[in-house]
């Protein structure tokens, strides 16, 4: 069997490690070269796929390749497009396998999210139906933590360890100028559906007296008066009050806080930021000074901040699909199985897409505290290991080293295709 | 001459190594143990000190004061509070005098920006003229980076190092999703009267093609239009925009564009931020994805990215100080005297309170581009060493080993006084 090319996708919101795990699919690749060919990259993820916009790995070398293990970002570029059904998109699988065809591409490795698992899947699924067997594996990574099956979802650990240390260091500037200055602290952080995030900000405290002494969630419904109660009792027993918000928060019917009626000079709505809704809420009762932060993209491209925990697995997960591809595997991901909580020792496992696919893995009620504002004992046995150890990047001129790639685009041999 | 103790005060906004000072000064006098009595650490500030509340330091071991080198935040407490002239404000200074009195304090190290040396400086003059000489020390910190004489202020390197990072890995994220989603990136940074901050994160790229690519001073009245221009021009060339805009940008007018008539759901201005001002006028005109970022206090609390020369030069004051008081200087204040750009060479100087008392550095508009939108080689050749180097904490459990003092409160031999 003459061995065939292989398609590396980047799918969804990146990640600080999404790139360790394009360097554990490219490298792991070159290691088995009598078994698999070329590895091309998708340019920005699946559209680039379907447009032929193919980036030909082989003129990267070994040594920039290896850079990507330290580099945050999609450096492939991903995107936000998800396939529908068959029945719906027929072009575009059409377009897709010829794509595939024309360039001898036996093994697709999607790499991304939920919805990157359902689309993974499908691929997997109509290729074989529309006569050219590929192997499509998915390879897991998101922020939001909230694939199933999989212990944690590379990518998250190091959000979670940046989200954790920067609430600490706020903290520690709050708690000195609170006596004349700032008492309340807000931080926004991102998961819109699921409180993973909010949750790891817990982590910088040991108990509820500690800072963050609030975390709001989006599984919680707000309640404004138990929340200033909150706000209230941490100033007066602690100086201060720090909290983290997940934008996601929503009253008891639902409607996100961060919607809650702002209006810009223009009759704009929706200014955005959950943090300064909540910070003016606390000034509007009690008049304590505040400051807000909202990290935004840096929370997910915190690699300066690695977790060593998450580098490795997100590394692991990639050279785990080459694996499975070689094996002949098809619909498959490479996931991360827990064997011992501390010290923490985990494996890699195969799941079937079928059972990834537009499954979303909830925050637990139980890692949550009854009063709804921290982490409890069993949530933090289950995040403490990810965010464990560091994975610095080398720095030159006092900043990281990152690489940007050639992207050596790879000839066209099919006409233009409009997506 | 019987040997006297030492009063050590933080003030004004916190940093990441304002603590490394501490350490400078704490384990500098405990070398010269025969020479200069205890440092007591005023709680909080000059208020601490005007209410008699002084940590002990000789109940904290040299581990944990050693910590402190590697612990953000003000760990003796800080406070925004200016002593004003005698005239206004005998009954204060007769107070601060009556305190140091009844603890056998001969020098008082202030930690501060421009209105501590100010403060410092008063003090130094009045506590003579009241009859009980004692030697006032200013140290020099702040983010702000706005002291004359010295070549730098300690903490500003390590906001520099955060903030250059920082929007290094965001850009890094938005140019890997631009395609089909976020094009525009904005990332507010400190610095309410001068530029400084913002002009580090001009650091992460080498040309104004580089990211960020646009950068809003302070100094540079805002102008929509070529703004707007500017942004497109990034974003048709580029793929996406990733701008720096400092809190302080005004309008021709002198107007905060924070303050641009933003209000909330009960008619309050104000709702804080720059970043979704900006990032609203792009959406109205161009309809362009943004995401935003306040980092707010993580940028003056991030110990994890430390530079190791503003670490080193945070502590090299600290001792300085130390050493100076020991010389029986009076109204001084070690500074950072450049000997040269590359390889970077400083050594401590001394500059006189009188000096620096009430002056600001400006960002000098040679730093800026003639389009105002970048930084000139000269800001970068003087910027680019503040930064380098890294310095990081230990880690435990996957945080950062931060310390809290034991804060041991000396008796106090006074009745109480009102501030």
Redesign the interface.
């Known amino acids: 069997m003459t061995k065939k090319n292989a398609l590396y996708c980047?799918s969804g919101?990146?990640t600080?490690v999404i790139n360790a795990t394009a360097c554990g699919v490219i490298e792991t690749a070159r290691k088995y070269s009598d078994k698999i060919g070329t590895v091309y990259g998708a340019k920005?993820g699946i559209?680039g796929a379907l447009r032929e916009e193919l980036i030909d790995t082989s003129f990267e070398s070994d040594q920039d390749i290896a850079a990507l293990k330290h580099?945050?970002?999609?450096?492939?570029?991903?995107?936000?497009?998800k396939l529908k059904d068959i029945e719906k998109q027929r072009a575009e699988y059409e377009r897709l396998i010829e794509v595939l065809k024309a360039h001898n591409i036996g093994t697709v490795f999607y790499n991304g999210g939920g919805d990157s698992s359902d689309t993974a899947f499908k691929i997997s699924k109509v290729a074989n139906e529309l006569g050219y067997p590929v192997n499509c594996i998915g390879v897991p990574k998101t922020i939001d933590n909230d694939l199933p099956i999989t212990d944690t979802c590379p990518g998250f650990g190091t959000t979670a360890?940046y989200i954790?240390?920067?609430i600490?260091?706020?903290?520690?500037?709050?708690?000195?100028?609170a006596?004349?200055?700032t008492k309340v602290?807000v931080?926004e952080v991102m998961g819109r559906h699921a409180g993973w995030i909010a949750a790891a900000g817990g982590?910088?405290g040991k108990t509820h007296d500690d800072p963050p002494q609030i975390i709001l969630f989006p599984e919680i419904p707000f309640e404004k008066q138990a929340f200033l109660e909150r706000v209230k009792y941490s100033v007066e027993n602690h100086g201060y009050c720090s909290i983290i918000v997940s934008e996601g928060v929503q009253d008891k019917d639902g409607k996100f806080l961060a919607d809650?009626?702002?209006?810009?000079?223009?009759g704009?709505s929706q200014?955005?930021?959950v943090?300064?809704?909540i910070?003016?809420m606390i000034r509007?009762e009690y008049g304590y000074k505040y400051?807000?932060?909202?990290?935004?993209?840096?929370q997910?491209?915190?690699?300066?901040?690695a977790?060593k925990?998450d580098f490795e697995q997100a590394y692991a997960v990639g050279e785990a699909a080459v694996k499975l591809a070689i094996e002949g595997k098809n619909g498959v991901m490479p996931v991360i199985k827990r064997l011992a909580d501390k010290p923490y020792e985990w494996e890699i496992a195969t799941a079937e897409l079928a059972d990834m696919a537009n499954v979303e893995k909830m925050l637990p009620r139980s890692y949550i505290t009854n009063d709804g504002f921290g982490i409890t004992q069993e949530c933090r046995t289950y995040m403490?290991?990810l965010?464990?150890?560091?994975a610095?990047p080398p720095?030159i001129?006092?900043?990281?080293n990152?690489i940007r790639l050639k992207k050596t685009m790879l000839s066209k041999k099919l006409s233009a295709f409009d997506i």
């Open positions: 980047q919101g990146v600080a920005n559209i580099t945050p970002g999609g450096a492939f570029g991903s995107c936000r497009f360890k954790a240390t920067s600490m260091e706020a903290s520690l500037d709050v708690e000195s100028m006596e004349s200055s602290f931080m982590l910088a809650a009626g702002t209006v810009d000079a223009f704009h200014l955005g930021g943090a300064p809704v910070a003016n509007d400051h807000w932060a909202v990290s935004d993209y840096l997910r491209s915190a690699r300066h901040l977790s925990t403490q290991p965010i464990e150890g560091e610095y720095y001129d006092g900043l990281p990152y």
